[in-house]
Every structure is written in structure tokens, then in C-alpha cells.
């Protein structure tokens, strides 16, 4: 199993600009999230799936957008980069939402926003 | 909305050392995770436990679910263990117990 696994590594975007981070498991997981991570804070939830078709918000939604076609895939949308995007995402999964079991988490996606 | 708690922030220990790290939250949980985050790198599950104490290799867990506190234990410290410690609960309260509330991390250097 690849476990979970995110692309690009590294993203510069110049504001205004969209992109696609893109987020895959290959576990069967029935959910699916997107973090990110800042300098002096702690993780936080961006958006969460717990199966295709079903998504939500989390903490910090505002400017990304999400969709899941499959349960495989949770791409992150950001629609409009603005520098307050500039941060370290990560995706993560894990069997269930509703029962407590171990979080899988991607390689993280560096994004610079100029 | 619940707290996560990490102490000491910042943790620079001798090769060979006993660390402790610890971790205190506000409200009720369904369970607490203790996650390593090395230089640079991804995210790894190190435990997650409800009660009691885990062990794996030279790292232990314990949690005390009545005093909302749980500490990481790293007997014989090596410099390979340097990297951030972060602890994540899922609060009762949310019903959803993948949805997770981090602590910031601590920063843990160990000096060969």
C-alpha cells in the first residue's frame, strides 16, 4: 500500500491564481481531511469527507473548496491564492469518523503564495 | 472549545536521557493521539490510547482520563528521536472522533 499520498511537494503561486493540491489513499478509508499547519499553531481542519459525496467544513474553510468523486481521492481547491494561504497542507485519513482509529497522514504540500 | 495543552515547549536533552512530554485537555475525549513530525517531513501516529498505557520500543504513553492528562516517555534517548511531538485529542463532544484537536508540538532536540 502507497498509504496516502499528496502532489505537487512544493507550490509557488503568484496571488489571484488557482490550483489543485491533490490528495489519494489507497486503504479503503472512509475518511478523508485537509489540514494545515502554520508557524506557532497547531494543525487545523480545512474540510473533511466521510465517504464519496459527502464533505463538510472544519475549522478554516474559507478560500479552498473540496469535492470527492471517490473514495480515493480528495482534491483541495484554492480558488483565489491570497498569501495568507502560504502554509503546509496535509492530508490525512483514517478507517472511520466514528470510531477511534489511527490518522494516516500524506508528505504535506508546501505552498508559497507571492 | 476545547484546549490543547503541550509542555514544556521546547526540550533539549543528552543522548541517553529519560524525556518526558505532556499533554493536558480541557474537555472530555474519546481518545488521545501522540503524533512525530520530523524536520522537514510528513506526520506519523506514534499511539492513540483511551486509558492506560502503550508501549512500543523505547516510547511509552500513559493517559489519566480524570486529570484530562497524558505523557510521552522516551526512555534512552537518541538523536534520531529530535524531531516535534504533538498531541491530538477527539473531543466527546463533537461526535466525531476523527476530527482532531492538536496541540502546537514540542520541539524536542536530544545532543549526541
Known amino acids: 500500500n502507497a498509504g496516502v499520498t499528496q502532489t505537487p511537494k512544493f507550490q509557488v503561486l503568484k496571488t489571484g491564481q488557482s490550483m489543485t493540491l491533490q490528495c489519494a489513499q489507497d486503504?479503503?478509508?472512509?475518511?478523508m481531511s485537509w489540514y494545515r499547519q502554520d508557524p506557532g499553531m497547531g494543525l487545523r481542519l480545512i474540510h473533511y469527507?466521510?465517504?464519496?459525496?459527502?464533505?463538510d467544513q472544519g475549522e478554516v474553510p474559507n478560500g479552498y473548496n473540496v469535492s470527492r468523486s471517490t473514495t480515493e481521492d480528495f482534491p483541495l481547491r484554492l480558488l483565489s491564492a491570497a498569501p495568507s494561504q502560504t502554509s503546509v497542507y496535509f492530508c490525512?485519513?483514517?478507517?472511520?469518523?466514528?470510531?477511534?482509529?489511527?490518522?494516516?497522514f500524506g508528505p504535506g504540500t508546501r505552498l508559497t503564495v507571492t | 472549545k476545547n484546549e490543547v495543552e503541550q509542555s514544556p515547549q521546547n526540550l533539549t536533552a543528552q543522548e541517553g536521557e529519560f524525556i518526558t512530554i505532556n499533554c493536558s485537555y480541557s474537555v472530555g475525549i474519546s481518545a488521545l493521539h501522540w503524533l512525530q513530525q520530523h524536520p522537514g517531513g510528513g506526520i506519523v501516529s506514534l499511539f492513540m490510547?483511551?486509558?492506560g498505557k502503550k508501549k512500543h520500543g523505547r516510547l511509552i504513553a500513559t493517559i489519566n482520563i480524570q486529570e484530562k492528562h497524558s505523557s510521552l516517555h522516551i526512555t534512552a534517548s537518541h538523536p534520531r528521536d529530535s524531531a516535534v511531538y504533538i498531541c491530538a485529542v477527539s473531543p466527546l463532544l463533537t461526535g466525531a472522533n476523527s476530527k482532531l484537536t492538536f496541540g502546537k508540538g514540542i520541539t524536542l532536540s536530544v545532543r549526541p
Open positions: 490525512a485519513s483514517s478507517y472511520s469518523m466514528h470510531q477511534n482509529h489511527e490518522q494516516y
Open positions: 490510547l483511551s486509558s
Open positions: 486503504m479503503n478509508h472512509e475518511y
Open positions: 469527507s466521510v465517504g464519496a459525496g459527502i464533505t
